[in-house]
């Protein structure tokens, strides 16, 4: 497998990258943490009221605490699974995996405060939003870096 299929695997799950890596210490870390934080947070059922529109709720149970940890787990995970694949050998190729787990990061603390269109998207979808940004000011500070 080549190493976008490995980062593919592990956005849909922290630690198969690296499974698939044949790095089995560090997939079953990043099981664990997942699973850990997962629990914690209580982040499926916040994700089930984020799908059901009761967003109100989804700050009210969020454990924010724990939660704040996923971003950094999520993303460090993802690179992880990427390099260790081949992948990212240009210079600064991790920026953007860290600005947008900062961002997200940033997002989720703020999420309670911030209205898209009139709305609150809540501890999910707001952070989920703020990849968008996070990628684009990583490819830009990398773009930078790199031609200076």
Same mark, same amino acid.
């Given at each position: 497998?080549?190493? =976008? ?11 198969? #990258?690296? *499974? ?5 210490? =560090?997939? +079953?870390?990043? &099981? ?16 089930? $009221? ?17 939660? *704040? ?8 995970? *993802? ?7 081949? /992948? /990212? ?16 990061? @940033? /997002?989720?603390? &703020?999420?309670? =405060? +911030?209205?898209?269109? #009139? ?8 952070? *989920?939003?703020? @990849?968008?940004?996070?990628?684009? &000011? /990583?490819? $830009? ?6 031609? #200076?």
């Amino acid at each position: 497998m080549n190493p =976008k299929e490995k980062l593919v695997w592990s956005i849909a799950f922290p630690g198969f #990258g690296q *499974m698939l890596n044949g790095k089995y210490f =560090k997939g +079953i870390l990043f &099981i664990l943490l997942e699973f850990v934080i997962n629990v914690q947070s209580h982040f499926n059922e916040v994700i089930m $009221l984020s799908f059901n529109g009761e967003i109100e709720k989804t700050f009210a149970r969020t454990e924010y605490q724990w939660l *704040m940890f996923y971003p950094c787990v999520y993303f460090f995970a *993802m690179w992880d699974a990427y390099k260790d694949a081949g /992948g /990212g050998k240009e210079p600064y190729s991790f920026l953007p995996f860290v600005s947008s787990a900062y961002l997200v990061t @940033v /997002g989720l603390m &703020i999420s309670s =405060k +911030i209205k898209v269109f #009139g709305y609150l998207l809540g501890t999910v979808w707001f952070p *989920m939003l703020c @990849v968008i940004p996070g990628v684009v &000011i /990583g490819i $830009l500070i990398k773009n930078l870096l790199r031609k #200076g």
